[in-house]
C-alpha cells in the first residue's frame, strides 16, 4: 500500500527517536549489572548516579520506546489494514506531545532532579518537569487512539458485517484499556502529586497514590504485550511458512484482556497497609483469569509452527520446531519473534508465581522480579519491538537493512544473554537479594558489615548476562542506524506479512464487537476497586510530606 | 486443490498438544516448587 | 471455537484452581497469609519492644531513612514475633528472607506479621524498596539466642 509523506514521516519518527534514548537506556541496563556486581564500589560512574540511571533505564526502556512504538506501529496498522490513513492532524498533535513530554522528562532526569525510578513512588519528591513531562507522554498516546477511533467507525459504517481486522482488533482493545488504565494515573499525578510536588499541599496520602499507580501499572504491562500478540497472530504464521491454527482463539484472548487487564493491579501491593486480605485475594483470583488469554496463545502459536513445520515436512512429534526459518537472513523477523515466544514461556510462567497470594512473600521486590520481568517487557516485547521497528523504517524509507547478518543473530544473541541474567537474578532473588539497590556500595563490597558473598554467584551470572544483552544490542544499533542512514534504493512502501487463517472459521458476533467486553470491563473494575479504595479509607492515617532522595528531612517550599 | 483443502482441515496438532502440557507440567513444576520452598521457611 | 482450543481453556482452569486450593489450604491450614492490613494509630509511629509473654514478643518497627528502629531485635529461640510496620518518611520494604516475611512500611499505614523462630541464628532484614541515597546500607538484624543450658 502506498503511503502518504506526512504519515510516513510521523512513523518514521516516532520509530527512530525511542531507538535513539535506548542507547543510554541499554547503556544503563549494563552499568547496572556493573554496580551490582561488585565490579565498581560506587554511589556514580561517568556523572550518572545508580538510581539516576535506574530511573532513566525504567523510563526511556518502559515507557518512552513502549509507548511511542505502540502509537507508530498503531498507525501503521490501522492505516494498512483499514486501507485508509488516519486523520494526519490527530497523529502529528500526538507526535508533539510525545516529544515534548519525553524531553520535559529527560531534562529532570538528567540533571538529577527525578531520581524517583520509573513508579515515582510518594513521599519521594521529584521535579514538577518530571511529572508533567509523563502527562505530556501520555496524553499524546491518547490523541493517536482518537484519531484512530474516528477512522474505525467511519470503517465500520462501511462494513457493518465484515470481520475486524485481527490486528485492528487487537489494537483497539489495547488502546481501549490503556484509555481507561491511564486515567488512574492521570488521577494520581494531577489531582495529588503535581499539587503537592509545587507546595500547594501539604501532605500527601501516599497508599491512595501507590493504589492509583497501580490500577495503571498492571495494565501497563499487558499496553507493552499486544502489540507483540498482535505480530504473533497476523504475522508470524506466514513468517513460518504456514497459517494461523484459530483465529477465534486469538479475538477471544483479545477480549479477555479487555476485560481484566486492569482490576488485578493491587497484586503489587500484597505486602502493603491499607488494603484488606480479602481484596487482596480477589484481586488474586482476577489475575490468575488473566493468565488465559497467555496460555490459549502459547497452545495457538504451537500449532500455528507446527502446521508450518509440517509443511515443510518435518516427522514425528517435535520434528517441526527444527524446521523453521530462524536463521533466513530475508525472514529476520521470524527470529526476533521466536525468540521471544521461547523468553515468555519462562517470563509468564514465573509471573504467576508473582500472582498468587502469599507465594508473593518468596519474591516481593527481590531480585527475582526483574529476572521475572526481564523474561517478558525485556523479551518478547523488545524484541518485537526492535524487530518491527527495523522492518517498518526500512520498507517506509525504502532502504534495505544493512548487515543482514549481523542482525540475524540479535534475537538470538539477546535470548541467550537474558536466560542468563534471569537465572542469576532469580536465584539471588531466593537467596534474599534485593531490587532496585546498588550492592556494590555494601552487600557486594568486602569492606563492608553488609556483605553478601553468597550473592557472588547470582550477580556474576547477571553480569555476564548483561554483557551479552549489551552485544546483542550493539549489533542491532549498528543494523538499525546503518539503514537509517544508508540510501534510498527501493519505493517506500507500507506492508506487512498478512497471514493466512487454516480452517474455515465463521464470524462470532460476540467477538465482533467492542461494547459488550468494555462493559463487562467497567462492572468487574467497580467491584474490583470500590473495596480497594473504601479499604484505604478505613485503615490509612496521616499523608505525608515530600522527601528528595539525598535527604531524611522532609522538604520544605 | 480439493486434496490441499482436506489435509489442511484433517491437521491434528499433536505436536502442540504434547509441547502445551509439557509446558503446563514446567508451570506447575515452578509453581510448587517455589510453594513448597515458602513451607519449608514458615518452619 | 476448536476444540483442542476448549481443551487449553479446560486445562488451564484446571492448573490455576489448583494454585488457589493451595494458596487457601496454606492461609487456613499453616497460616500463611498476606501481611494483616492493622487501622493506623499513631503509637505504632514509635518503636518499641514489648514482651507479652514467655514466649511472645510484640516489636514496633519504624522504617525511616535509612535504618530500622529498632535495628536490631534479640529474642530467645521458640519466640513468636509480632512485627507492627510503618514508615517514618518514604515508602520502605521489610524482608527477612529466610522466614519468607515480606512488607512495605508505608507512611501512615501499619503492617502487621507473626514469626515464629525455631531455629537460633542471626536473621538479616533487608529493606528492598528503593528510599533514596542510603538505600543500599538500609539493614536490622533479628538474633534468636540458642536456649540457655542448665
Known amino acids: 500500500m502506498k503511503i502518504s509523506k506526512p504519515l510516513r514521516n510521523v512513523i518514521l519518527f516516532e520509530l527512530f527517536f525511542p531507538i535513539t534514548l535506548l542507547t543510554l537506556g541499554i547503556y544503563h541496563g549494563l552499568m547496572q549489572t556493573i554496580y551490582r556486581s561488585g565490579l565498581v564500589h560506587s554511589a556514580a560512574e561517568a556523572h550518572l548516579d545508580y538510581y539516576q540511571g535506574l530511573t532513566l533505564h525504567g523510563v526511556i526502556n518502559a515507557i518512552v520506546l513502549t509507548t511511542f512504538f505502540a502509537v507508530a506501529f498503531g498507525h501503521a496498522i490501522m492505516a494498512y489494514y483499514l486501507k485508509k490513513e488516519p486523520d494526519i492532524r490527530f497523529a502529528r498533535i500526538s507526535l508533539i506531545f510525545m516529544v515534548v513530554g519525553t524531553l520535559m522528562a529527560a531534562y529532570a532526569m538528567l540533571s538529577g532532579k527525578a531520581s524517583v525510578l520509573y513508579t515515582f513512588y510518594p513521599p519521594l519528591r521529584a521535579d514538577p518537569t518530571f511529572y508533567l513531562g509523563a502527562v505530556f507522554l501520555i496524553v499524546g498516546s491518547w490523541i493517536a487512539f482518537w484519531g484512530w477511533i474516528i477512522l474505525y467507525r467511519t470503517w465500520r459504517k462501511e462494513h457493518k458485517t465484515d470481520k475486524i481486522p485481527m490486528a485492528v482488533l487487537g489494537n483497539i482493545a489495547n488502546f481501549t484499556v490503556w484509555q481507561i488504565c491511564t486515567?488512574?494515573?492521570?488521577?494520581?499525578?494531577?489531582?495529588?502529586?503535581?499539587?503537592?510536588?509545587?507546595?500547594?499541599?501539604?501532605?500527601?496520602?501516599?497508599?491512595?497514590?501507590?493504589?492509583?499507580?497501580?490500577?495503571?501499572?498492571?495494565?501497563?504491562?499487558?499496553?507493552?504485550?499486544?502489540?507483540?500478540?498482535?505480530?504473533?497472530?497476523?504475522?508470524?504464521?506466514?513468517?513460518?511458512?504456514?497459517?494461523?491454527?484459530?483465529g477465534n482463539a486469538g479475538r477471544f484472548s483479545f477480549m479477555l484482556f479487555i476485560i481484566l487487564s486492569i482490576p488485578v493491579g493491587v497484586h503489587h501491593q500484597f505486602g502493603e497497609p491499607g488494603i484488606t486480605s480479602g481484596t487482596k485475594l480477589f484481586q488474586t483470583i482476577l489475575t490468575f483469569g488473566i493468565t488465559l488469554p497467555s496460555f490459549i496463545t502459547a497452545f495457538t502459536m504451537a500449532a500455528t509452527l507446527e502446521y508450518?513445520?509440517?509443511?515443510?515436512?518435518?516427522?514425528?512429534?517435535?520434528?517441526?520446531?527444527?524446521?523453521?526459518?530462524?536463521?533466513?537472513?530475508?525472514?529476520?523477523?521470524?527470529?526476533?519473534?521466536?525468540?521471544?515466544?521461547?523468553?515468555?514461556?519462562?517470563?509468564?510462567?514465573?509471573?504467576?508465581?508473582?500472582?498468587?497470594y502469599s507465594l508473593n512473600s518468596m519474591v516481593h521486590n527481590t531480585s527475582w522480579v526483574p529476572g521475572h520481568f526481564h523474561m517478558t517487557v525485556a523479551g518478547p516485547v523488545y524484541l518485537a519491538i526492535i524487530g518491527m521497528t527495523l522492518y517498518l523504517t526500512s520498507k517506509l524509507s525504502g532502504k534495505p537493512v544493512r548487515f543482514p547478518n549481523l542482525n540475524i543473530m540479535v534475537p538470538y544473541l539477546w535470548c541467550i544473554g537474558i536466560l542468563i541474567f534471569s537465572y542469576g537474578l532469580m536465584s539471588g532473588g531466593l537467596l534474599g537479594e534485593p531490587r532496585r539497590t546498588n550492592l556494590g556500595l555494601t552487600y557486594l563490597n568486602p569492606a563492608s558489615s553488609q556483605y553478601r558473598p553468597d550473592w557472588i554467584p547470582s550477580t556474576a551470572f547477571a553480569l555476564i548476562g548483561g554483557i551479552i544483552m549489551t552485544l546483542s544490542a550493539l549489533c542491532y544499533f549498528i543494523t538499525f542506524f546503518g539503514t537509517v542512514f544508508s540510501k534510498r534504493k527501493e519505493e517506500p512502501i507500507l506492508e506487512f506479512p498478512d497471514s493466512e487463517l487454516l480452517h474455515n472459521e465463521p464470524t462470532i458476533g460476540i467477538l465482533n464487537r467492542?461494547?459488550?467486553?468494555?462493559?463487562?470491563?467497567?462492572?468487574?473494575?467497580?467491584?474490583?476497586?470500590?473495596?480497594?479504595?473504601?479499604?484505604?479509607?478505613?485503615?490509612?492515617?496521616p499523608g505525608a510530606q515530600p522527601f528528595s532522595p539525598n535527604n531524611p528531612v522532609p522538604m520544605t517550599f | 486443490m480439493e486434496d490441499n483443502k482436506t489435509s489442511?482441515?484433517?491437521?491434528?496438532?499433536?505436536?502442540?498438544?504434547?509441547?502445551?502440557?509439557?509446558?503446563?507440567?514446567?508451570?506447575?513444576?515452578?509453581?510448587?516448587?517455589?510453594?513448597?520452598?515458602?513451607?519449608?521457611?514458615?518452619? | 471455537m476448536d476444540r483442542n482450543e476448549i481443551k487449553v481453556i479446560v486445562i488451564t482452569g484446571l492448573l490455576l484452581a489448583t494454585f488457589l486450593f493451595a494458596v487457601l489450604w496454606a492461609a487456613d491450614k499453616r497460616h500463611i497469609d498476606v501481611p494483616a492490613c492493622i487501622p493506623y494509630n499513631s503509637k505504632y509511629a514509635t518503636s518499641k519492644i514489648t514482651q507479652l509473654d514467655s514466649n511472645t514478643y510484640q516489636v514496633f518497627v519504624v522504617a525511616k531513612m535509612w535504618q530500622f528502629d529498632p535495628a536490631e531485635i534479640d529474642v530467645p529461640v521458640g519466640s513468636t514475633v509480632d512485627f507492627y510496620l510503618t514508615s517514618k518518611d518514604v515508602t520502605h520494604g521489610f524482608n527477612i528472607s529466610d522466614k519468607s516475611v515480606n512488607m512495605m512500611a508505608v507512611f501512615g499505614g501499619v503492617t502487621e506479621t507473626s514469626v515464629y523462630f525455631d531455629k537460633p541464628g542471626t536473621y538479616s532484614i533487608v529493606c528492598h524498596e528503593y528510599c533514596g541515597a542510603g538505600h543500599q546500607n538500609m539493614t536490622g538484624k533479628v538474633v534468636v539466642s540458642p536456649k540457655k543450658q542448665k
Open chain 1, 183 to 246: 486515567l488512574s494515573v492521570a488521577v494520581e499525578v494531577l489531582v495529588f502529586i503535581l499539587p503537592w510536588s509545587m507546595g500547594w499541599t501539604n501532605t500527601i496520602n501516599v497508599a491512595l497514590c501507590r493504589t492509583l499507580f497501580w490500577f495503571f501499572g498492571h495494565a501497563l504491562v499487558y499496553f507493552w504485550l499486544l502489540p507483540s500478540y498482535i505480530m504473533f497472530y497476523t504475522f508470524l504464521p506466514k513468517l513460518a511458512g504456514g497459517k494461523l491454527y484459530s
Open chain 1, 308 to 356: 508450518a513445520g509440517r509443511k515443510r515436512g518435518s516427522k514425528g512429534l517435535f520434528g517441526w520446531m527444527a524446521k523453521l526459518p530462524y536463521l533466513d537472513t530475508k525472514n529476520y523477523m521470524f527470529g526476533y519473534l521466536i525468540c521471544g515466544l521461547i523468553l515468555f514461556i519462562f517470563g509468564g510462567l514465573t509471573g504467576m508465581v508473582n500472582a498468587s
Open chain 2, 8 to 43: 489442511e482441515e484433517k491437521f491434528v496438532p499433536k505436536g502442540a498438544i504434547a509441547f502445551f502440557i509439557l509446558f503446563v507440567l514446567l508451570g506447575a513444576t515452578i509453581w510448587y516448587g517455589m510453594f513448597f520452598l515458602m513451607l519449608s521457611r514458615h518452619a
Open chain 1, 514 to 541: 467492542f461494547a459488550p467486553w468494555v462493559i463487562m470491563m467497567i462492572i468487574v473494575l467497580l467491584l474490583a476497586y470500590i473495596p480497594a479504595i473504601m479499604n484505604i479509607s478505613q485503615y490509612i492515617g
